[in-house]
């Protein structure tokens, strides 16, 4: 409950710009999301489509609801259609951008590397992305040790399903050695 | 009876057996609930891959000690430097923050936490007495009902959720639709899956929570420079007798705590109505009542304890419909579904004979964490001064390898990690643009439930749709439900008129 | 804590056959000291579920006389249908990987709908249990026998609970019906638990599941198995055996019928491996600890039934073929 309530007050600072643009995206994918599963059960028997046709057409309802008023409002010219509430400036904006790529490098590395030295890799760069170059002093310690911290608690400690590669099999080889 | 409190006793220990994790995750409770925005559900987020491995009866015990503990530690930032914790304490500085400006830090801290720990403590309890009763209410729920009562939840997380009731409940049926995904139980027809034989059975929730909770907030938080609290040294005074002095105007005002509670565990119950909502109500309500209204917002203890004490009553309120019928009172209650759900544990009255260590276990655990807070944090009000710093630029991609890694633990499929980033974006867009996540996320965990109730209806039916309105009970359900969605917009147009 | 155990052993296990991948390959070679890395099962269920407190009973046993530790990997979904597709897409054939599943339902499910891989491309050859179909009813309700249901059926259609309709205990009670005249629609539930729900609350007349999950139930009544025999009679009084009560001309068909299955292929390739796995698999059942086990994990030591590629092929005909002959029931 908590966190949704927090993000009211986030976003209800955001609504005083009256860019609608954005606000359509949720809907729009909700929209093109609803109109594929349609399409998808069109072989099932009637009572396997009912619930999805009912919630389905009732958000459709609503959709369409919501994109009436907001194109009523931009008549009236209460509010602008534009992105720009999404993008608050374009630095953070690209470093959003690149965050999310290192997401997805990170989780291509987890496969091959493990989770200890993707991390690593991870943390150190998306660090130096948050912060900067001359940064890297910390951004070095920081992803050590978080990485090695997660290592032990997670895996050594607790043995948890965690992605393990090079590093993992490195230590528990070792560890069979003895 | 006698055999009653044997089973009691014996819940007691068993939970004390599990000290190891109460003791740690109230300490990490306190501070996670004293950081503004990082509130007890992300902490159990970040820390998955921990409550996954623990089996679900300590990891249940964990994520209640933070919550509860949570909720005291979102007081201390309020009253101390005028930003609530977490939003369930955003009625706390209006008498609070007042009373430390007067130099009495110390004793509203002291005021606050003793009317948590009371409020939560009796809150508990009476929720333990309860539950054997109202337990009994779901063995008269057909599907009928429980798809009214889903449809109920949904909308009124949606509406009350949201000041935006059309966003809330796209947000909510949004994810009502995305939890259709997957193979329906009687024909097995794969539907809305991309084609992905990892979507069969369902969305996988644990990435659906990473990706809309977590991630998300990993992306919007860089916007910002530092998760802080500043303090404000000079407020405290450190002596212990204001910390006694708190004690007993607190206990002096019993009734109060009492009632505040109370009226915090019935809002707790209601899906949607959290702490937030019991906290202001709370608050006006005891206006209302007291002999001296003027003296509220200027430091009045009545002022600080009910917020406290019904915002502690919730706590245990929201647990309730969770284990009696698998529908989460709240964001925090739909990640314990969730973890539970992981373990295999499925809800239902029957969870209170079958496996009463789960189902009166969170209450036992969340009584015994507030005895230990009582005794913990008095001491502890000292120290809270201090400066809590910690900047975004580590504290965002620490979330995102953690917690993306979470999302792999249950399946061991990466293409879970996937999903998580792929719910990630849309709980990104969906908080900058007005939507709620929560509303998202609990709409993916009723989605399959609620179709297969209605799927039920309609074959025990042989497929008529009359019979939804069949039953007295359900009848009742779809009026209440009517009213509730109806009311705000009716609201806001009188309230136009005038 | 249990759990914590449970998970130390299978990263053990995971980060030993990780390891040793790279250094088995000149052993397959040989092919005689087989298994060279760790077994690994794909379980077509949940995790916590009864196959896998089914698996870790027989496995724990079953890897001290092979030598190697199993690691069970999960994959549930759409009855089974995942786990299947996913084994054979993904396992190797050279012995070491195995499926466990429960042979009644997952084999009904290919005689609704085709999977997409050839059937003979696997097959099963351990069999571990057998648990008789049960129909049961709620203490509270007016009908009290079998001979009840059936008068009760012949006035109004009742409801049944069942876990899901391509399933053995669905299939005796449809058979019992057909013989009876009764009028009976059957209400898919998903899982166990639902469907004594079901009958708990009263929105369904009775149900049928596996014995093992309703006996000693509070509140639910075990009336009648589909069965030749009550090796049970203890947990379950008043059970009637309705396969020859009501001369349904069944073969028997127990509703839990959990086995180790192996791609074809593999045996063809490494018949030696196979006579390996068959017989160190033979000492499990004679061993005490397994006894243990199986009372640990809370199943009946009844219900233990050893079975090789003969009995289950037996199972599998027999089902394939009564499953065909009930089809259009069974797919709603």
Known sequence: MDVFMSLKSKNSRQQDSKNVLPDLIIPTLALIFTIYYLTTITEAPWIAQASAIVVGSILILLIVIFFAKTFFMVRKEKEVVSFTNLNLDKTTTIKRLILLILTLCFTVFLEILGFTLSAIIFLFFAIILLSSLKNWKNALIISLSCSLMGYFIFIYIFNTQFPRGVFENFIERIQDGK | MENDLEIFFSLINNTLEYWWVIIPATILGIVVGAIPGFSAANTIIVLLPLTLSMGPEAGMIFMVAIYTSSRLGAGIPAVLVNIPGTAGAAATPLDGYPMSKRGEGQKALSISFTSSVLGGLLTTILALILIPWLSQVAYYLHSVEMIVIMLFGISLIATISSQDTLKGLIAGLFGLMIGYIGADVVYEIPRGTFGFLELYDKVPLVPALVGLFAISEAFVVIDRKMVTIQSQEKNIVHSWQQTFNGIKITLIRWKHVIWTSILGLIIGVIPGAGAAIASFVAYQQSKNFSKTPELYGTGHPEGLIAPESSNNGVTSGTLIPLLIIGVPGGATAAIMAVVLEYHGVQFGPDIFETNPMLGYGPFVAMGITYIILGFLIMPLTRYFSNVLLIPTKYIAPLIIVFTLVGSFVPRAYVFDIYVAIVFGIIGYIARKTGYHVAAILIGVILGPMLENFFLRALRISQGDLTTLFSSSLGNTLWILLIISLFVPSLKKYFSKQK | ?332
């Open chain 3, 1 to 332: 804590m249990n759990k914590l155990k449970r998970r130390k052993f299978l990263q053990y296990s995971t980060a030993i056959a990780a390891g040793s991948i790279v250094g088995s390959i000149p052993s397959i070679a040989f092919g005689s000291n087989f298994p060279s890395r760790k077994m690994q099962a794909y379980i077509p269920t949940r995790a916590g579920g009864g196959a896998d407190r089914n698996f870790r009973a027989f496995s724990g046993v079953w890897s001290k006389h092979l030598g190697i530790k199993f690691e069970p990997k999960f994959y549930p979904g759409a009855s089974g249908r995942v786990g299947y597709e996913t084994y054979m897409d993904k396992a190797s054939d050279d012995c070491h990987d195995l499926i466990f599943g429960n042979m009644g339902p997952e084999v009904l499910n290919w005689v609704v709908k085709k999977p997409t891989f050839d059937l003979n491309a696997y097959k099963y050859f351990i069999q571990v249990d057998a648990d008789p179909g049960s129909i049961f009813i709620s203490t509270k309700s007016k009908m009290k026998t079998v001979e009840d249901v059936i008068a009760e059926g012949k006035k109004r259609t009742l409801t049944v609970a069942t876990s899901r309709l391509a399933h053995p205990a669905s299939l005796g009670i449809l058979v019992l019906a057909q013989k009876t005249g009764m009028k009976i629609n059957l209400i898919p539930l998903s899982g166990g638990k639902n469907t004594r729900n079901g009958v708990l609350t009263g929105e369904t007349d009775l149900g049928v599941l596996p014995s093992t999950t309703v006996m000693k139930r509070k509140g639910l009544n075990v009336i009648g198995l589909f069965d030749e025999k009550n090796v049970l009679k203890k947990k379950m009084p008043n059970a009637i055996l309705v396969n020859t009560e009501y001369k349904l001309g069944l073969p028997p068909l127990p509703a839990g019928a959990r086995a180790f299955g192996i791609k074809t292929s593999a045996i063809e390739k490494h018949p030696e491996r196979y006579k390996k796995l068959i017989n160190s698999a033979k000492k499990v059942f004679t061993d005490e600890a397994y006894k243990k086990a199986v009372v640990k994990s809370k199943a009946p030591l009844e219900f233990i039934s050893e079975g090789y590629e003969k009995e289950c092929k037996a199972y599998v005909e027999n089902i394939t073929k009564v499953g065909q002959e009930y089809r259009s029931l069974l797919s709603g």
